[in-house]
């Protein structure tokens, strides 16, 4: 039953790209008749992958991570916490795929910096990030002083890294926090806050992801102060190098093997759950491996292809300029079709007691990434540097704490890593790097930056919603009080 209900998320999501592939296909770009049934058939096995991986990460991941996070706590050894964190920091960002697909991107474009060199970067950052996240949640530090104190660090180093390693830098953010890392990470977090069991600690359970997509910023711009060159004159083409099971099996073992590991060392030493617990936890691992399989095979073998050709075949015509409301189309149909987003929508009309609605926040979300994408595309038709976006997004981002409750502002950098989701790593940065190419532009420096455009926009998005919300509480609260009073004043008249 719980299969079925993901395999109906997944394939929400995924179908309306699906249609809108067959759309573009026969009006303005076509394509060989062999490579689109390829890519229907390769779709229908994406689908089977995430289902399978988020069916996997639900019943095996999350619990591990909840079950590990509370036994961290229950222990009160505050060292065992921190070097646990980022341990697990390190492991899971190494495991998890949207990073992964990024890392294979960024060699192929570039050329220079490998997958493992970026990989690994992101997963210490990570790591330390977490580790700072968790002792924030144990010693009660406010959210937002960390916010702030992390991202002045992250434009002040930057600011001296050259722009390519500033545009993956932001986009290592985004595309670190995707379906393995998110679910892993929260559910450390409510393990930790939940065993703290006071009153801020509901609160407290929000923030670890936004506080967490700092460290692969910090590390990818630090990485490039020593690699520190241009890369120009690439462009992006399909790969002519044959998709591999073998070699996708192997990586995807080598990605799950030490997480699998971790729990099975705490388990032995510090956890101690039952037979029917690990038999599940193990089930979860076991669905998860085979669906992270399906879906990078599905994803190599045409999905990327697919958008890669797509842009190629706007960006070389006279309609390049489509590509604006193109890329507008694709992030509003992807944000409302994924299934993370219905979640976090259905939270924030949790804690706003219904105030904000899902339609809106659901709408709210989809212009405000649609908003994004056709900005990112907008640097292919016109090329400009990545912090003509970044500079007023993040302003904006971190100027709304000030008027924003605590909670919405957890949940709001909270939500960077939902909106970044599978899909903005496979067609939607393919099918810009594709644009750049076919337009003659430097795919390297126009085109990475988008999942950073997509990460950073539902923080905004949310944060003035959570401000609304305020807004709307206190000209209520004004309203009784009047009344009230009102009441009063004739009460006692005589």
Known sequence: MFFLIKLRETALAVIPVILLVVLLSVTIAPLPAGLLGVFLIDSLLLILGLTLFLTGAEIGIMPAGSYLGGALTRSRKLPLILVSGFIIGFIITVAE????????????????????????????????????????????????????????????????????????????????????????????????????????AEDDSFGLIGIASIGPILAVSFLGLFLDRELAGVSAQTAAETVRLSAIVLNVAKALAPLAALIIIYQLFLMKLPPRQIQRLSIGFIYAFAGLVIFFYSAEHSFIAVGKSVGQA?????????????????????????????????????????????????????????????????????????????????????????????LFTAIAFDSGGVASGPLSGTFILALTLGASSGSGGNPAMDAFGLIAMIAVSPIVCIQLLGWLFTRSEQKIARRKAKAGSTRTKKEVTP
Not at 107 to 127: D, E, K, N, P, Y
Request: charged share 10%; glycine share 10%; hydrophobic share 60%.
């Open 97 to 200: 795929p949207a990073l992964l697909i990024l890392g294979d991107q960024v060699q192929f474009i570039t050329g220079t910096l490998q997958a493992i060199h970026l990989v690994t970067a992101v997963a210490i950052g990570t790591g330390f990030f977490v580790t700072l996240a968790l002792a924030r949640t144990v010693f009660q530090i406010p959210l937002k002083l960390l916010l702030l104190g992390g991202y002045l660090v992250v434009f002040a180093l930057a600011s001296r890294t050259a722009p390519l390693f500033v545009a993956i830098a932001f986009d290592s953010g985004g595309a670190t926090t995707g379906p393995m890392t998110v679910p892993f990470i929260i559910a450390l977090g409510l393990g930790i806050a939940g065993v703290r069991g006071d009153k801020k």
């Open 314 to 406: 706007i960006g070389s015509s006279s309609l390049k300029a489509l590509l604006v409301p193109l890329g507008f189309a694709v992030g509003a149909i992807v944000t409302c079709a994924e299934p993370a987003i219905w979640l976090l929508a259905e939270q924030v009309e949790e804690v706003s007691a219904g105030n904000i609605r899902r339609p809106v926040m659901l709408f709210s979300l989809a212009l405000g990434v649609g908003l994004a994408v056709a900005l990112a595309m907008l640097r292919v038709v016109f090329p400009f540097s990545i912090w003509y976006l970044l500079i007023p997004f993040y302003t904006a981002a971190l100027l709304l704490m000030s008027v924003t409750p605590d």
